[in-house]
DNA sequence: ATAGGGTTAG
């Protein structure tokens, strides 16, 4: 690079602007220590005005190098305020540095040669709200009023996101009402643009507040309630139903905003993409791809990785890798994303292959990646398989969670080794919970172990007393080994406890409109027309010798009633009205709430061959892929 | 020089 050549004495102000310039176009530290190096050379590394650009520029800049930046400041005789602020701030944001921050702001105090400013808390808070640190959060508030900051706007959102994060939504209500009348009413007054964007970011930071405890009634009120909002009002409401399982809201809010012609940005999109892949909504997941694309989004790693989740989910596993192999893929998530997808949709070796390139590459796995390769080991039945990547696993120095066991569990159980499965969660050295017995009992229902099912039923009866999930998969299992008196026990039993059984749930697509079907559903408004072709399925399904398989029904009763009661699972609905509401041939796609039954899975071979259609249905854990008569899962899920 | 929203998971 080009150093001015310039002699101490010859040095004036004049000098110092080409000194700034040059720091300023530094592209790296090791340019920026050669201009540091030539600036003590020539003993101009205490120039106030270069100083602190020096400073500023290891601090804050992409090649940021903190450490530096910390001895640069300790060579400072006089630091200024602006060089506190720059060093606060930059702690603050490193990843595990804000107690840091916390740290250097009480040495900035207590040395009190310099006041904080405006600029100061921000930071500071900032890094109260990254630790969570009520108690130093609140001392931080008491400075604030002391020094005279508590009408700043930047300096009270800052304050109401501390409180927010810290969970304390007591008091950052009684902080938003006081600084929400407070603005205001200075809005009303000065009819100030820039007071009311302040406001619609105290908004936000509460609308995120109640999203962040759960309580999406009271982030909804306060978004409905709010005379302007910006986009990012929008993203946080969208991401708190997506994140909180409201998955229609979400999307429906995506809808509305684009009514009220406000444009999605990045974030929105990577916001809304989870609700439509858990929906399986592809022609939605489409139209934002092409969305991003048209309006020169770019899709980086995170939106990269939401879109490739949702192809996956959506059952386009070909388009999700297409979609991979277009991004960067410097982030883990990324990876975990496509080998989900793969995992979930059975390509075990796609999965061994990617997670090969994915180390190749130099991304180091994370916990999360060590589930996806479990879990595709699980599906397609490989045992020493997942054995030796949970080894693999722990030989690397990660130490599996309860996710892991679950895998674990869930790929021993399913291919028989129940006992094995049981003495897993018995000797791990975690607590169990409930998920883990339910992947368990699951894998006793399909080896119809009475035995060890019940163990495990008992066990998740009192882990989750109200959960539907024990007594149905029990009663299942007795079922099968047709031990009614049981059966009867338990729907008793479910009937005293008041437990109903969850209902289940299926969403098809059509044109773009998402149609959701619950069991033995007739509100829909084709209900007549969806019911003479769920008779027609019937007639064909029986004509073709097919029995219907009726021990996966929580009652016992009379042979016919049942038959009715297995029509009406909602993913045959879904899939009659698919058959009546596209044209010959097309594809069909269902996600359901729940695991397939039986049944229904041996039904679905059938319609694919009797009526030619490809049709996938995506249950709680992974895809079917029925044509020809037979499903991708070859009977094994 | 300072504020608010995001992706993967048994």
Redesign the pocket.
Known sequence: MNIPLLHPKTSTPHHSQLFLTQIRTCQSMQELKQVHAFLIKTAQNHEPVVATELLRHSATSDFRDIDYALSLFDEMPEPD??AW??LI?ALAETHDRPLHALLFFCNMVSDGMVEP???TF??VL?ACSVLTRLEEGKQVHGLVVKFGFSG????V??LL?MYVMCGNMEDSHVLFRRSFDGVDYMNKVMRDK?RE??I???C??MV?GYVRVGNLTAARELFDRMHKR????W??MI?GY??NGYFLEAIELFHRMQMEDLLP????L??V??AI?RLGAIEMGKWVHLYAERNKIKI????G??LV?MYA?CGSIGKAVQVFESLPKS????W??IL?GLAMHGKAKDVFDFFARMERSGISP???TY??I??AC?HAGLVDKGRSYFNHMVNVGFVPR??H???MV?LLGRAGYLEEAKELILNMPIKS?D??WK?LLGACKVHKNVEIGRRAAEVLMQLAPHDSGAYVAISNIYASSGDWDAVAEVRLMMKDLDIRKDPGCSWIEIDGVIHEFLVEDDSHPSAKEIHSMLEEISNKLNFEGYRPNTTQVLLKMDETHKESVLHYHSEKIAVAFGLISTTPKTPLQIVKNLRICEDCHSSMKLISKIYNRKITIRDRKRFHHFEHGSCSCMDYW
């Open positions: 305020c602006f602020n720059t701030r400013n405006r600029f921000p930071s900032k700043d706007e930047f300096v959102s800052n996101r820039r964007e302040g619609v970011v105290l936000n930071v995120d910006s986009v990012v009002s993203n946080a991401s997506a994140q940005n990045r974030v929105t990577v916001s993409l989870p892949s980086d790693d995170a939106l990785s939401a989740d989910k982030n883990v998530i990324t975990n994303a989900g994370s916990d999360v589930i996806a479990l879990s699980s309860i996710e066991y679950g895998c869930d919970d998920v883990i992947a």
